[in-house]
T-cell receptor, first 116, second 113 residues
Framework: KAGVTQTPRYLIKTRGQQVTLSCSPI?????VSWYQQTPGQGLQFLFE???????NKGNFPGRFSGRQFSNSRSEMNVSTLELGDSALYLC???????????????FGPGTRLLVL | QKEVEQDPGPLSVPEGAIVSLNCTYS??????FMWYRQYSRKGPELLMY????GNKEDGRFTAQVDKSSKYISLFIRDSQPSDSATYLC?????????????FGRGTQLTVWP
């Protein structure tokens, strides 16, 4: 079974630009979560989607947004990029609603974004 | 205070050693506990998953959860150089926080031959 895939894997943008990242979950998974990973802050939760609805949102500014499509694929968008947005953006998928021990999240390889 | 605390290390051990990694947490609503392994420039890989309290063993890895103390551990027996990575503990509650993982900062482990 294919794992979580993320595109693109690497991205270089300049301040003020916007970017869209894509995530395809494991087949059958309907929940997709996004995380930002930086050396200074570690892994921080951005938001989580289930059945095209945002269920949870972390403490990030409104420049960070996302959506989920009917096939469970998800995109996240960052507008007006800042230098501090340089990070590894990780997508994770899981089964949900909960069924015993099948609630773990599986991560993709991430998209490394560099903002110049 | 962060909800999940983890000593970042670094931790350096010889091959064959027993490694102990730990996390503490403050939110009593956490029900699901996970350990991820992350190699440099890769995404986190699920290593162990535990629901509520108790122990779980998988090969050389043992995960322990003590909810009364809000303390979780990962033990690695007969450590190998290929175990060199960053180990992240993660936790999740139910209800409104379902789908959101809370991570520790990660412990960097090096196993030298």
């Amino acid at each position: 079974k294919a794992g979580v895939t993320q595109t693109p894997r690497y991205l270089i943008k300049t301040r003020g630009q916007q970017v869209t990242l894509s995530c395809s979950p494991i087949s059958g998974h309907r929940s997709v979560s996004w995380y930002q990973q930086t050396p200074g802050q570690g892994l921080q939760f951005l938001f989580e989607y289930f059945s095209e609805t945002q269920r949870n949102k972390g403490n990030f500014p409104g420049r960070f947004s996302g959506r989920q499509f009917s096939n469970s694929r998800s995109e996240m968008n960052v507008s007006t990029l800042e230098l501090g947005d340089s990070a590894l953006y990780l997508c994770a998928s899981s089964f949900t609603p909960p069924t015993s021990d099948q609630e773990t999240q599986y991560f993709g390889p991430g998209t490394r974004l560099l903002v110049l | 205070q962060k909800e999940v605390e983890q000593d970042p290390g670094p931790l350096s051990v010889p091959e064959g050693a027993i490694v102990s990694l730990n996390c503490t947490y403050s939110n009593s609503a956490f029900q699901y506990f996970m350990w991820y392994r992350q190699y440099s420039r890769k995404g986190p890989e699920l290593l162990m998953y535990t629901y509520s309290s108790g122990n779980k063993e998988d090969g050389r890895f043992t995960a322990q959860v003590d909810k009364s103390s809000k303390y979780i551990s990962l033990f690695i027996r007969d450590s190998q150089p290929s175990d060199s990575a960053t180990y992240l503990c993660a936790m999740m509650g139910r209800g409104s926080t379902l789908g959101r993982l809370y991570f520790g900062r990660g412990t960097q482990l090096t196993v030298w031959p």
